[in-house]
């Protein structure tokens, strides 16, 4: 009998499927790999055995071997990548991808805003998943072993209008190896934020469960008293002060749907034109006509909310090797920063010369 079997969405936007089971008082000694699959319908013994070496199934919280035999009261928790629900399939598009580094197992690309990263209502073709099936398909390299072209290895997700580094798995094996990474928050995750005001202290660590919000369920809000939603640790740091806006570095402990956005806005400093979150108005400044007119040009420069996936860490899947990539803010971003260094910088120029 099983005691306890707990099947849900993990944090990293619903990408993984987590189980728990404890062996029956009346067990006999069975390996592990046998017993997984008598609970979990449909897995292959080689996608359990991969999980295993990954070490996303664990006994009494420690990494095991295949051959582990299991015993009455132990413990099993399973992490696995969850299968995709492209009902209608995925059409390979040739869309250009910027490709940071690529090999066997692991492909780093950089997401320019805009694009959409899977299929789902409203956008059924001309996304990331999209491009990712077209470049697969037609690579000599290996791609997603026993799976088709609708299954490239999606292990995190970022905002369509938010630019940056994603880390792509090619094969199973990588795929489970980099969810049980993201899962254990070892992952490294850098982002840029253009924010309104300034941040105090101009360093910490923001926390509270984020959830969907009662009201408006297309929102995310944070519960301060961690009666619903989920736990999201962001700490963040003010790069640049220009007063009305900042430049902010914040580094992701959990991976929560828009959860950079959500906690800017908890601390009254929204995301720059977030439309959703209520960055698209001015938060910071005058009453002044010509500060208004100066707020719209800089909206129409940054049509989107000013957030940017700056750096990703991990450990390789196959080698072990610690990989680290960066990449500067993008042009709209860059642009927006010298505007508004400009504006304040006249500014000063007006006060001192009074």
Not at 23 to 28: F, I, K, S
Not at 187 to 195: K, L, M, Q, S, W
Not at 324 to 352: C, G, Q
């Amino acid at each position: 009998m099983i005691e306890d079997n707990v099947n849900e969405s993990d944090g990293e936007e619903g990408l993984y499927e987590h189980h728990r089971f404890v062996a029956p008082a009346g067990l006999h000694p069975v390996r592990i790999d046998k017993y997984v699959q008598t609970k979990l319908e449909g897995i292959s013994r080689n996608k359990i055995q991969n999980g295993i070496r990954a070490g996303a199934v664990r006994v009494n919280d420690e990494a095991i071997k295949p051959n582990h035999m299991l015993k009455p009261g132990q413990t099993i928790t399973i992490l696995l990548p969850k299968p995709p629900d492209y009902s209608e399939g995925v059409l390979p598009e040739e869309i250009a991808l910027d490709i940071r580094y690529e090999d066997n197992d692991v492909m780093v690309i950089h997401k320019p805003a805009g694009l959409v990263v899977h299929p789902g209502v409203g956008h059924h073709g001309g996304t990331l998943v999209n491009a990712l099936a077209w470049h697969m398909q037609n690579s000599v390299m290996p791609v997603m072993q026993g799976n088709s072209p609708d299954r490239p290895g999606l292990v995190h997700r970022i905002d369509k209008d938010t630019s940056g580094l994603m880390v792509i798995a090619k094969n199973e094996y990588a795929m489970t190896h980099l969810a049980r990474q993201f899962f254990d928050h070892t992952i490294i995750r850098e982002y840029n934020a253009i924010v309104w005001g300034v941040p105090e202290p101009k360093a910490g660590v923001i926390e509270g469960h984020l959830g969907r919000d009662p009201r408006f369920r297309q929102l995310m809000t944070v519960f301060i008293e961690g009666e619903s939603g989920k736990e999201a640790t962001t700490h963040y740091e003010v790069l640049e002060d220009l007063y009305y806006v900042s430049l902010v570095k914040c580094i992701l402990e959990t991976g929560r749907t828009h959860q950079i956005r959500v906690h800017m806005k908890h601390i009254g400093h929204p995301v720059f034109n977030d439309e959703r979150y209520g960055g698209d108005r001015i938060i910071k400044g005058t009453v002044f006509t010509k500060y208004k007119q100066f707020v719209d040009n800089c909206f129409k420069l940054c049509t989107r909310q000013a957030l940017h996936a700056r750096s990703i860490g991990f450990e390789h899947p196959v080698s072990g090797e610690q990989m680290y990539f960066d990449s500067d803010l993008p042009e709209d971003m860059n642009s927006l920063m010298e505007k508004w260094r400009a504006y304040v910088a006249h500014r000063k120029e007006i006060t001192e010369g009074q």
